[in-house]
């Protein structure tokens, strides 16, 4: 089955720095990429997604970017304000089902 | 899009009692979701794949006989913790994606429930 790996587990900026979280995925067959952001006790929100078919996709703040034959992504935070302190789940899915890598731990401190 | 509605949010029963948390796509018609647990500072973990008219597919270590789930109709899907103990406490958390929306599967997710065995 599919394996993610998510770094770091935890990462500390100032505010208005910028933030980089990698993921790495084991399915070559896995098409789809979305990152979620978590607070406390809630649900995952989805923040940004890409597709196999595309290398970077950019969303104000954030961008994602796929590197299909290494097999890896990652996502870009610029501009790091203090409510993105949030956990930050990568994931990899065939056919709708998800793997998640095991989170990242943002604090932005002002 | 799409609205996932999971219900209750929290859930706290004695040990050796049975919980029921329900899963419900409001606008949309889900013919598959999925249950998933999410322990403190864990990541989510996929249980089961929950198919509209047929059994549940559960993820290896997952007891199928201890976490009961059906999904009867394609607005809802049910997850019972059988003889719940304190080790079952845990962030349970409903998916499903719209088949008319999408083709790879974004996954719209139910607000979770928090559930604490005594």
């Known amino acids: 089955g599919e394996n993610v790996e998510q770094h770091p587990s935890t990462l500390s900026v100032q505010e208005g720095d910028s933030a980089v979280i990698k993921c790495t995925y084991s399915?070559?067959?896995?098409?789809?990429f979305p990152w979620y952001k978590q607070e406390l006790g809630k649900r995952p929100q989805l923040i940004i997604d890409?597709?196999?078919?595309?290398g970077e996709k950019k969303d104000q703040r954030i961008a994602v970017t796929l590197n299909k034959t290494a097999k890896h992504f990652s996502l870009h935070i610029t501009e790091t304000q203090p409510e993105d302190s949030a956990v930050y789940f990568c994931a990899a899915s065939r056919y709708s089902t998800l793997t998640f890598g095991k989170g990242t731990m943002l604090l932005v401190s002002p | 899009g799409a609205v996932v509605s999971q219900h209750p949010s929290w859930v706290i029963c004695k040990s050796g009692t049975s919980v029921k948390i329900e899963c419900r796509s409001l606008?949309?018609?889900?013919?598959?979701m999925f249950w998933y647990r999410q322990f403190p500072k864990q990541s989510l973990m996929l249980m089961a794949t929950s198919n509209e008219g047929s059994k549940a597919t559960y993820e290896q270590g997952v007891e199928k006989d201890k976490f009961l789930i059906n999904h009867a109709s394609l607005t809802l899907s049910t997850l019972t913790v059988t003889s719940a103990h304190p080790e079952d406490s845990s962030f349970y958390i409903c998916?499903?994606?719209?088949?008319?929306?999408?083709?790879?599967?974004?996954?719209?997710f139910g607000e979770g429930s928090r559930l604490t065995v005594l």
């Open positions: 606008d949309f018609q889900a013919t598959t």
């Open positions: 399915d070559s067959a896995s098409n789809y």
């Open positions: 890409i597709r196999s078919n595309v």
């Open positions: 998916s499903a994606t719209n088949p008319d929306t999408d083709i790879t599967g974004e996954l719209f």
